[in-house]
């Protein structure tokens, strides 16, 4: 695994490096996408029932080619044993995106329409904050705990590779494989924005 994650680092360094300046009306210098979905596959842990997680992220185009932003994710659970002990998991998470749509067509000498499709790589940098709660009238059998806990704090590093598709100029769908926020597979739909627009 770790010689394939090696790999593809070592193939998105190279298509950066070989990239023309050409952009695309998907992403360029000044676009800002806000994305908003869910994660399919989610991290199991045994004993416990969840809902699937809310995952939120901005990016603001730095660059023709890549963008910086924030991603959360929250999702909610129960231990099956008992409904009244209840999981928070939600993670924070800093990343930078590389947009690679016009250096796949480049390097492959394929003509992937770059108006429709967007294919990105991303890497973040994040932290998972884990809590519990009781719900019950009585939790003098826990001995040594609180109502409220952190459980851990944990940091975690994110790579995925992404696909965006734009049905219209401003709106799309996108699909995102990798180590996301609680899940393998992030899905959802996105609204993109020129920034010189807004002011």
């Given amino acids: ?4 994650k090696n790999v593809f680092f070592v193939w998105v360094l190279c298509c950066l490096y070989m990239a023309a300046q050409a952009q695309s009306d998907v992403f360029r210098k000044g676009k800002i996408i806000v994305s908003a979905g869910t994660a ?3 991290y199991a842990y045994s004993g416990l029932t969840f809902a699937p997680p ?3 992220s901005g990016e603001y185009g730095i660059d023709n080619r890549i963008g910086v932003g924030l991603a959360v994710s929250h999702q909610t659970r129960r231990l099956k044993a008992d409904k009244d002990f ?3 998991f939600t993670a924070l998470m800093p990343r930078a995106v590389f947009h690679l749509t016009p250096d796949i067509n480049r390097v492959f000498d394929s003509n992937i329409n770059a108006d429709k499709f967007d294919i990105y790589a991303a890497l973040g940098f994040g932290l998972e904050f884990n809590r519990w709660k009781y719900d019950g009238e009585d939790n003098s059998s826990i001995i040594g705990l609180e109502d409220e806990y952190d459980l851990d704090t944990r940091p975690f590093l994110s790579p995925v590779l992404g696909f965006r598709y734009l049905a219209k100029p401003h709106l799309g769908v996108f699909a995102e494989g990798g180590r996301g ?4 597979l992030n899905v959802g739909v996105s609204l993109l924005f020129d920034a010189d627009r807004i002011k």
Avoid: D, E, K
């Fill in 1 to 4: 695994m770790q010689v394939l």
């Fill in 40 to 42: 399919l596959g989610a």
């Fill in 54 to 56: 809310i995952i939120v």
């Fill in 86 to 88: 209840r999981y928070s």
């Fill in 181 to 184: 926020g609680w899940g393998y």
